[in-house]
């Protein structure tokens, strides 16, 4: 039985290695006592990741899942859902990611990222909290009509149910945001605009396809996995490029879709798919994983795996064939990925062009990850802007 343990946070390339060495299924225990398989190898996640077998729907599990609990009406959302439902919700909920949606958002991404940079201007800072935090915030706000005056309240709230002090502070963001959301649906209901709110609330009045629950979540989904990620993608995809010379080097000559999938290959915020559950007893790996059982799928340690890629250790910004998990696979695949490329191809590039001197202000082995062994990301980020 592996126990996950602190080494998942501070050295999870090196851990999952040992793991893919043993074998390609291992039964272990999370950090709160809940039983688990734990998914390894590239084949067999990537397999596991398209299974109708292993359902997202809680209500399939043994008993022994935990996890993060949400009201009713924040619940119903494609994370939690197989189809039949989730196929339906899908296809309504992508029209408002369809390209000619998120393309034009292209230049007020710009806009945003320049004026976080204009505000930099010390010699040192903190990129966590004052660009690669805001900036995501600030394009979900676009995206979904929130007002610039309701925009602190709007990511205080994200930020303590994504990292609060006492479970009190995440209950009371969660009932506050779960709240505004209900008051901004309603407005956007009386005055509609053009952004992804808007369009969601047309569609579901429209020919009653959504329930209100259904639209309430899709906002909330919409925030919450598009903040958390993509703050990350920029966190993650900066350190690895600050702690790799050549990389950034390259990098310096321009950020490009196949440069972040790299970053996202490299050092993904996911680093563990979201838990699925067997509908019937599976076998994976030459494993048989019993019905109802929680199962955890390594993208960490899929994207490692050099039985997929070459030289898999080596952060190499011109990787052609790079087939990464990040987003997803199947019919789970991440609506927003065009999205969050977008906005790190923004972000990366418009940092390192305003600063192209810019360095890590401590050692490497200084960086303070979150405490998290599902979601990989940064404390802090101290750079020097030059």
Not at 64 to 73: D, H, M, T, V
Not at 101 to 128: C, G, N, S, Y
Request: charged share 25%; with cysteine.
């Amino acid at each position: 039985m592996i126990e996950i343990d602190s080494s998942f946070v501070t050295e999870p390339r090196a851990t999952y290695a040992r793991l893919r060495e043993q074998g390609p299924v291992h039964r272990a225990t999370a950090p709160d006592g809940t039983s688990i398989w734990l998914v390894t190898r590239y084949a067999d996640v990537r397999a596991a990741l398209a299974d109708p077998r292993l359902s997202l729907d809680k209500k399939n599990s043994a008993g022994g899942y935990r996890g993060f609990s949400l009201p009713p009406a924040l619940d119903a959302n494609l994370l939690n859902m197989d189809a039949p439902e989730h196929t339906r919700l899908r296809r309504i909920i992508g029209k408002a990611f369809a390209p000619r949606r998120i393309e034009p958002l292209r230049p007020r991404v710009q806009q945003l990222a320049d004026a976080l940079l204009d505000d930099l201007t010390e010699r040192e800072a903190d990129l966590m909290p004052a660009y690669c935090g805001p900036l995501p915030i600030a394009v979900i706000c676009e995206l979904l009509g929130v007002g610039e005056a309701d925009r602190p309240d709007f990511r205080s709230w994200t930020d303590h149910l994504l990292a609060p002090e006492t479970p009190d502070q995440a209950r009371n963001a969660l009932g506050a945001l779960h709240g505004y959301l209900l008051d901004l649906i309603a407005a956007k209901r009386a005055n509609p605009g053009a952004d992804f709110l808007s369009t969601l609330v047309s569609l579901r009045d429209e020919e009653d396809r959504l329930s209100e629950d259904e639209l309430t979540a899709a906002a909330f989904l919409v925030l919450f996995a598009g903040y958390e990620n993509t703050v990350n993608v920029l966190g993650n995809g900066l350190a690895a490029l600050l702690t790799n010379p050549a990389a950034l080097a390259r990098a310096r000559q321009g950020i490009t879709s196949s440069t972040v999938d790299e970053l996202l290959r490299f050092d993904p915020p996911p680093q563990l798919a979201i838990r699925r559950f067997p509908l019937v007893d599976v076998e994976i790996g030459g494993v048989t994983i019993p019905a109802g059982e929680t199962v955890l799928l390594s993208l960490v340690s899929a994207h490692h795996d050099p039985d997929r890629y070459a030289d898999p250790e080596h952060l190499d910004l011109d990787r052609a064939d790079n087939p990464h998990l990040a987003f997803g696979h199947g019919p789970h695949y991440c609506l927003g990925a065009a999205l969050a490329r977008m906005e790190t191809e923004i972000g990366l590039n418009t940092l390192l062009s305003r600063f192209p001197d810019l360095a890590l202000a401590v050692p490497e082995q200084e960086l303070h990850w979150r405490n998290s062994f599902r979601n990989r990301g940064l404390r802090t980020l101290p750079v020097t802007l030059r």
